[in-house]
């Protein structure tokens, strides 16, 4: 069967790249993926595969029934949507949409996706059960496409045992994949924060409440929080990325504004940081005759893969691919809302390989230069159905 997967994937190989070009080059934000959701759609529609679409605003569900349908069924998840960036790539198939572009291989998963559809459609009477194809929207974007997909009841009628997700990874040479079992990515919160004084002139500072100082003492403050609060055996990262004052060289602001981000990978050490973050912010504001609004948006939940599924998709993806091209991963303190599936079933999210030194494709997600070496999308497809394929017979 390895092999007809495979002589499969290399037949549709050429339609998943122009898939992933025609998506690359139309991205669409979190949430507003109603043109990549037309295209998911009438792809399915062309293979013959049943969907449902508008789920969760754009989210399209497809179905491929084998024999004895109801035996068991697996569930297979790609997301569709880009970031607020602007591509500086200079490609064919560079977005079109100015300050809108496909920096994490959403385009490659939802392509992907639809090979691995391909595939599976065209040997349905060889397997028993059920395929359940879930295209997601706004993952990057909380409180993620997959909670609402979820909440719709994308994981009813009919109900998948578990699931399996694929991501590409800058960091892995095209034609490898990587696994890890059990905990892989962090919770991610996010945090809004104003702090209130009184503004005034540089010269005079002892006249005015000086809020970029206090923010200094604060994130200062907050470092202690993972570096002295946190278990030294739970990973955690408190970061601040965004900062503004609006003052000028000597006028003081009366607020200044941050944002930032809280991970972790333990729920308890989890809210036991916020209340950590809310006292130590306002201790210090207080201290200084300053006042603070303080917002954590709790954002996705850990990502922990089922040891039992990662062991059995990786041992089949060393059959299909070959022990020397299945690498083990370390955690990784980005998140995914993925990890909602993953904690209402067992799942399985794994790596795909997308670097290539050579033709110079080695930027990382996230950024305006992130591109992928297509010949991995060959990869992705059949990858991803003889997965499919092997967690189905496994479970019979």
């Not at 992933?20 to 934000?29: K, V």
């Not at 060889?126 to 997601?136: C, N, P």
């Amino acid at each position: 069967m390895i092999s007809t997967i495979k002589n499969l994937a290399t037949q549709i190989s050429p339609k998943v790249r122009n898939w992933r070009q025609h998506l690359h080059a139309n991205p669409e934000l979190s949430f507003q993926e109603n043109e990549t959701s037309a295209f998911v759609a009438k792809n399915l529609s062309e293979m013959g595969i049943p969907f449902q679409s508008g789920i969760a605003g754009t989210g399209v569900v497809g179905l491929i029934e084998g024999k004895n349908p109801g035996s068991r069924v697996l569930a297979l998840r790609a997301d569709m949507d880009a970031l607020p960036i602007l591509e500086e790539n200079e490609v064919p198939y560079k977005s079109t949409k100015p300050g809108v572009m496909h920096a994490c291989g959403h385009d490659a998963h939802t392509a992907s996706l639809l090979g691995a559809s391909w595939i599976l459609n065209q040997i349905k009477d060889q397997f028993e059960g059920s395929i359940k194809l879930i295209f997601q929207p706004g993952e990057e974007k909380i409180p993620g496409g997959a909670s609402l997909l979820i909440k719709e009841g994308v994981l009813q009628n009919p109900s998948p045992a578990s699931i399996i997700g694929q991501h590409v990874m800058p960091g892995l040479a095209v034609g490898k994949v990587g696994f890890r079992e059990g905990l892989y990515m962090a919770s991610a919160d996010e945090i809004y924060l104003t702090i209130h004084g009184k503004g005034g002139h540089g010269a005079i500072p002892n006249a005015s409440i000086d809020v970029v100082a206090i923010m200094a003492q604060v994130i200062t403050g907050l470092q202690q929080v993972v570096s002295r609060g946190a278990n030294p055996t739970i990973p955690s990262v408190l970061s601040f990325g965004r900062v503004i004052a609006n003052g000028v060289t000597n006028v003081l602001p009366n607020s200044v504004y941050l944002e930032g981000t809280f991970r972790t990978m333990d729920e308890a050490w989890r809210e036991k940081a916020h209340e950590k973050i809310r006292q130590i912010t306002e201790g210090i504001c207080a201290a200084f005759g300053a006042t603070a609004d303080l917002e954590i948006r709790r954002g996705y939940p850990f990502l922990m893969n089922d040891i039992n599924l990662t062991r059995k998709t990786k041992s089949s993806a060393i059959a299909y691919m070959g022990e020397e091209n299945v690498v083990n991963l370390d955690i990784w303190m980005a998140a995914e809302d993925f990890a909602y599936y993953s904690q209402a079933m067992p799942g399985c999210f794994y790596r795909l390989g997308t670097r290539n030194e050579e033709r110079g494709i080695v930027s990382g997600v996230h950024t305006p230069t992130f591109d992928i070496d297509e010949a991995a999308l060959e990869t992705g497809c059949g990858l991803m159905a003889w997965l499919a394929l092997s967690e189905l017979e496994s479970g019979q």
